[in-house]
């Protein structure tokens, strides 16, 4: 028996709240680009757990009352800062949701400190049993700044992690920077990480909706939706009409710069079994983990009725979650990898190993 | 937005005026014209032509029973709402199946009339059709409180009866089971009542609970499933729970009694199976005000072997804290109880009860010994609630995993999607 298994016809995706992961360098605009959001009439029930309140505060007009930790704002939103580390934060805000403590926000804001690697926040959510079961990761959103970025790019190496993993990528302050400077930053971006959406805000605006739903919130959902989150190519193909040319082109653009990150998608026509797509995955997790930075995928495996949705990053991966039998969705298995000095011939190869045998 | 300071952060839970929800979504909400205090009598029909009916037995007069055509879950429309002959008597209890239904007829005094059901042909469900009424009344009953008609052949109740004299008042109402496979003449088939309740049966009377929460030694929902014919799941109210064996239902016998007051405060109301698990769900009800009557649980009980029932965990409660003082009953009452028809909801997994102003739950009892919430609902009090908050009464999960739950004084329907 297992303590966390839900019952049977549960929505493993509906049933859990959303978690949003909003990372990005130091003054890339993150507390900006929440305020924008949390201003929104559609976040009235949403939570942010920040690390501390920062130089540029939440808006004075939104804080009505305030605790210790916990800030509740005069939208309806719930504020809190980060006690010591996120699993004891998020592990108390569901706490006292249930005890009507807290409103019954239904999705969460997480804003990272400017220089954390977020790949560990990821982890928090896939290895705490607890959490998982309340909790799923909506997405990692990534802040650059237009003025800054380039440079932080290239001296921090946590930065250039951050816009590796993230599924959006919001450019902020482009009215500050020259036209030709946010173009450079954008293909370096795009180059680097393909298959996360880009959009450029200024002053931290930016559609709520684009950030708030980016993986599937129901098992149902529609390609659409599967699409959102796993883009079927890569942004510079999606611009290109999928010219090969173009992509080669822009990636040698980013590889000047960021040698090593890359981002491709993997499809596979024949469903996988288990045996072999954990053999894959676990292999190259042991023999290349720290470098494989996310993953994720809708993948179709022998004798289940339905596609499935995995993910991860380095040497941890959610369990495999279903999506609802009779959906219509691509009948290829596709994986994202994005990796850091790992070539994609070598996944590739290692795919095609396992599944020969 | 303007600044709207508040001077602490009491959270919204303590305050009937918010609604709070995790994993159902209100999906629409039905006044039934103002007269939206509900009993504990819900069920659905599929007519013929094709409409999903919810029929609910009202709490108290002056309405007798509802019908909502919830086919369309969000835009719930009534389609009949009926009177009660006079003011001092309830129906509180129905049940449907196929275009049959029964009513319950509770009186408040004894002696009084009607008391005993109804069958209706509910075959054009806008003109409810009178088919028989059975009589129950008598110098010592009430009438029936509950009904259990799941097969079209027999009414499984608790009732009071014509020559039944109760050795005290409150034990008034007892196990029967009518025949109405001739709807136009119902009649008794048997009935058990807890040794020591009847005058001159015999035995001693039980051991009587606290004054401050005797309520009785009487039945309140009787279950009998197709998976057992021959066994009836009783909720024995300060008694506990009863399983009999009703092979013979001229004869039924006592199986098992699982009596669990006191030390707890007694109002044992439904004993739920579930079937290839060994398993029972037997849900308290809480009848006092203000947290007065605490803990009323739900409970899991391992009936692996059915002589000998051993509880091994309780659903946990929604936080004391938050809801005993929010206003009105806090605590458990009525469970969906997986009707075996073909548009209830049935899992031997989820299990989905009401808690008064602690609203609807859902529970994980996947695993038996640690029984997980999954879902909740609590409305905001309805306008005009006389505790000051929501009391949800019953509930009833069609088969599209709709939830259907009512307020007990004054809220009506609401009906909720649930996620889990």
């Known amino acids: ?357 | 937005m303007s600044p709207t300071p508040t001077a602490t952060l009491a959270g919204p839970g303590a305050r009937a005026d918010r609604a709070l929800s995790l994993n159902m979504k209100l999906l629409a909400h039905h006044s039934l014209e103002g007269f939206g205090g509900m009993g504990e009598g819900m069920a659905m029909q599929q007519a013929k032509d094709g409409r999903r009916i919810l029929w609910m037995a009202h709490e108290a007069a002056p309405k007798n029973f509802t019908a909502v055509d919830v086919t369309e879950p969000g835009a719930p429309k009534l389609v009949v709402q009926t009177e009660l002959p006079h003011a001092k008597v309830r129906s509180n209890s129905l049940d449907v199946v196929g275009d049959t239904m029964v009513v319950a007829y509770q009186t408040q005094s004894v002696g009084d009339r009607p008391a005993g059901f109804d069958i209706f042909d509910i075959s054009t469900p806008e003109k409810p059709k009178l088919v028989a009424h059975f009589d129950r009344s008598g110098p010592h009953s009430r009438g029936v409180h509950a009904v259990w008609f799941v097969d079209g052949e027999y009414v499984h109740m608790a009732s009071g009866a014509p020559d039944f004299e109760p050795t005290h008042p409150n034990d008034d109402q007892f196990y029967q089971v009518v025949d109405v496979r001739n709807p136009l003449k119902p009649a008794e088939a048997g009935r058990w009542w807890l040794p020591g309740t009847r005058i001159d049966d015999g035995a001693p009377p039980p051991t009587r609970l606290d004054p401050k929460f005797d309520v009785g030694f009487r039945a309140h929902n009787t279950n009998v499933f197709p998976e057992r014919p021959d066994r009836a799941y009783v909720g024995y109210i300060d008694g506990g729970a009863v399983i009999l064996d009703i092979a013979d239902k001229s004869k039924p016998k006592l199986v098992a009694h699982w009596r669990y007051s006191p030390p707890f405060n007694g109002f044992c109301h439904t004993v739920l199976p579930l079937f290839g698990r060994g398993l029972l769900i037997v849900s308290d009800e809480c009848v006092q005000d203000d947290g007065r009557d605490w803990p009323k649980m739900v409970w899991v009980v391992d009936a692996r072997d059915e002589t000998n029932l051993v509880p091994v965990a309780t659903f946990p409660s929604p936080p004391h804290a938050t809801f005993a003082h929010r206003g009105g009953r806090f605590g458990a009452h009525n469970l969906h109880e997986n009707l075996p028809l073909p548009a209830s909801f049935r899992s031997d997994q989820l299990i989905v009860g009401t808690w008064f102003n602690a609203g609807v739950r859902a529970y994980d009892v996947s695993n038996p010994f640690q029984p997980q919430e999954v879902a909740y609902y609590v409305p905001a009090a309805p306008a005009m609630a006389p505790t000051g908050a929501v009391q949800l009464n019953d509930v009833y999960v069609d088969d599209r995993r709709i939830v259907y739950t009512v307020d007990r004084h004054v809220g009506g329907l609401y009906v909720l999607e649930m996620s889990v």
């Open chain 1, 1 to 357: 028996m297992n303590a966390l298994a839900r019952s049977p016809g549960a929505d493993p995706f509906a049933s859990r709240l959303p978690v949003t992961l909003i990372t990005g360098f130091l003054g890339s605009g993150k507390t900006t680009l929440l305020r924008r959001l949390l201003a929104h009439p559609g976040m009235r029930n949403a939570a942010v757990v920040i690390n501390e309140y920062g130089d540029v505060p939440l808006d004075h007009e939104l804080v009505a009352a305030s605790s210790e930790q916990m800030t509740l704002l005069s939208n309806g939103c719930l504020c809190c800062t980060l006690r010591t580390d996120l699993q004891e934060t998020l592990r108390e805000l569901f706490v006292k949701r249930r005890a009507g403590e807290v409103i019954d926000f239904d999705r969460v804001f997480v804003e990272t400190t400017g220089l954390a690697d977020p790949i560990p926040v990821l982890h928090t959510l896939q290895t705490d049993g607890l959490l998982g079961a309340q909790y799923r990761l909506n997405g990692v959103v990534t802040v650059v700044d237009a003025v800054n970025g380039m440079r932080t790019l290239d001296a921090q190496p946590e930065a250039v992690k951050q816009a590796a993993v993230a599924d959006r990528i919001v450019v902020s302050k482009t009215d500050l920077a020259p036209p030709a400077a946010v173009e450079r930053l954008t293909e370096r971006l795009r180059a680097m990480n393909g298959y996360a959406q880009l959009a450029t805000a200024v002053q931290g605006e930016v559609d709520p909706a684009w950030l708030a739903n980016i993986a599937p919130a129901r098992a149902s959902a529609a390609e659409e939706e599967l699409e959102r989150w796993l883009p079927r190519a890569a942004a510079a193909r999606r611009a290109a009409g999928e010219s090969g040319a173009l992509t080669g082109a822009l990636r040698s653009v980013g590889g000047t710069h960021d040698a090593g990150i890359d981002s491709f998608c993997l499809w596979f026509d024949r469903p996988f079994t288990w045996e072999r797509l954990n053999a894959a995955l676990q292999t190259l997790a042991a023999l290349r983990g720290p470098d494989l930075l996310r993953m994720k995928g809708i993948v179709h495996v022998a004798g289940e009725p339905a596609p499935l949705v995995i993910q991860g990053a380095q040497h941890v991966f959610h369990p495999p979650v279903a999506l609802a039998a009779g959906q219509r969705t691509d009948p290829r298995s596709r994986i994202v990898f994005i990796v850091r000095d790992i070539p994609r011939a070598s996944i590739e190869s290692l795919f095609a190993a396992v599944c020969s045998l």
